[in-house]
C-alpha cells in the first residue's frame, strides 16, 4: 500500500512540475520593450515600439534550441524552461541569460529580465 502511494505522490509531483512550465516553442516577433515587469499585455505595450531597438524574431525548437534573427544580428543557441524561469546560453556569449517568462492568451511571450534594470520584452507568436 505504501508502495502505491509513493507511485501516486511521485505522478502527482511530476504533473504539477509540467503545469509550471508553459510551453514555448514557436516563433516569436519582437514587438517592444517596456520598464516594469509585467504579466499582461495592455494597448500601450502593443504601440511603444522603438526604432532603436529594430525588428527580428526569436524561434525556439523542439531541440532545446533556438535562434535570435534581428535586423542588428543574428545569434543562436540553447534553452532550458523549468518553473517558468528561461535560461538562454547564446553560443557566443560566456554566461547565460536567464528570464522569467510568461505566455499571455497563447499568442504572446513575456520576458522579464532577473538581473539589473527591470524590463519586460514583449513578442507576439508568428508561427
Not at 517596456?34 to 525556439?60: C, P, Q, W
Not at 531541440?63 to 524552461?81: A, H, I, P, V
Not at 538581473?115 to 507576439?124: A, N, R
Amino acid at each position: 500500500m505504501k508502495f502505491y502511494l509513493l507511485i501516486l505522490c511521485a505522478l502527482f509531483l511530476s504533473c504539477s512540475e509540467v503545469k509550471n512550465t508553459e510551453p514555448i516553442t514557436s516563433q516569436w516577433e519582437f514587438i517592444s520593450i517596456n520598464g516594469g515587469e509585467r504579466s499582461e499585455v495592455d494597448a500601450k505595450m502593443l504601440n511603444n515600439i522603438n526604432a532603436e531597438y529594430g525588428t527580428g524574431t526569436l524561434e525556439f525548437k523542439d531541440d532545446l534550441s533556438f535562434s535570435s534573427l534581428g535586423s542588428k544580428n543574428k545569434s543562436e543557441g540553447t534553452y532550458t524552461l523549468k518553473n517558468n524561469i528561461l535560461v538562454m546560453q547564446y553560443s557566443n556569449l560566456p554566461e547565460p541569460i536567464k528570464f522569467n517568462y510568461s505566455v499571455v492568451d497563447k499568442k504572446y511571450l513575456l520576458l522579464r529580465n532577473t538581473d539589473g534594470k527591470k524590463l519586460t520584452w514583449l513578442y507576439k507568436k508568428s508561427k
